[in-house]
T-cell receptor, first 112, second 116 residues
Framework: QKEVEQNSGPLSVPEGAIASLNCTYSDRGSQSFFWYRQYSGKSPELIMSIYSNGDKEDGRFTAQLNKASQYVSLLIRDSQPSDSATYLCAVNRAGGYNKLIFGAGTRLAVHP | SAVISQKPSRDICQRGTSLTIQCQVDSQVTMMFWYRQQPGQSLTLIATANQGSEATYESGFVIDKFPISRPNLTFSTLTVSNMSPEDSSIYLC?????????????FGEGSWLTVV
């Protein structure tokens, strides 16, 4: 089992729809969870961080965390073509410094 | 968030040579991290660099291949030694930003190396 799992996609959604990106992780001791967006040819850009169970909203983005189910998701409302990118889920490794384990990423394509 | 600058941003390197990547942060940070992203892959942590001590390497990465320096709290270098085509990757410097909410990791723009 991979430490952080994501569906590689591509996830294709129409403009204006809600894009739902999912991630599961294996380390129950993980405490910090992140979503990064990576455009082709660019470095990862932090979109959201979440540290406690529940929802966290920032503009069109909502991160959801369920530690009991070891599940974290990212919802993008009113999806725009500019949201088309690879979304990386990252989880910190428990018991130490903030070393991140990344999922393989989900490619999102928002079509007009 | 911290501003992280990397040099070079891109390079084409000859097989068997070594290249040093520099990472400069605009504020003092305790920990700096080096990641690698091979073509079509996700990010993998190479090592953690603390000022004043030896870098800590992750499984599969060794100091002889990826020597790291951390001379002060705003700067670090990663050297990719004796390069082969398999070392063609993006190398990313990152720092930890501690806030009341939690710790967040930010990345530099990356150094895109192609080994021929």
């Amino acid at each position: 089992q991979k430490e952080v799992e994501q569906n590689s996609g591509p996830l294709s959604v129409p403009e204006g729809a809600i894009a739902s990106l999912n991630c599961t992780y294996s380390d129950r001791g993980s405490q910090s969870f992140f979503w990064y967006r990576q455009y082709s040819g660019k470095s990862p850009e932090l979109i959201m961080s979440i540290y406690s169970n529940g929802d966290k909203e920032d503009g069109r983005f909502t991160a959801q965390l369920n530690k009991a189910s070891q599940y974290v998701s990212l919802l993008i409302r009113d999806s725009q073509p500019s949201d088309s990118a690879t979304y990386l889920c990252a989880v910190n490794r428990a018991g130490g410094y903030n070393k991140l384990i990344f999922g393989a990423g989900t490619r999102l394509a928002v079509h007009p | 968030s911290a501003v992280i600058s990397q040099k070079p941003s891109r390079d084409i390197c000859q097989r068997g040579t070594s290249l040093t990547i520099q990472c400069q942060v605009d504020s003092q940070v305790t920990m700096m991290f080096w990641y690698r992203q091979q073509p079509g892959q996700s990010l993998t942590l190479i090592a953690t660099a603390n000022q004043g001590s030896e870098a800590t390497y992750e499984s599969g990465f060794v100091i002889d291949k990826f020597p790291i320096s951390r001379p002060n709290l705003t700067f670090s270098t990663l050297t990719v030694s004796n390069m082969s085509p398999e070392d063609s990757s993006i190398y990313l410097c990152s720092v930890e930003d501690r806030s009341r909410a939690g710790n967040t990791i930010y990345f530099g723009e990356g150094s895109w190396l192609t080994v021929v």
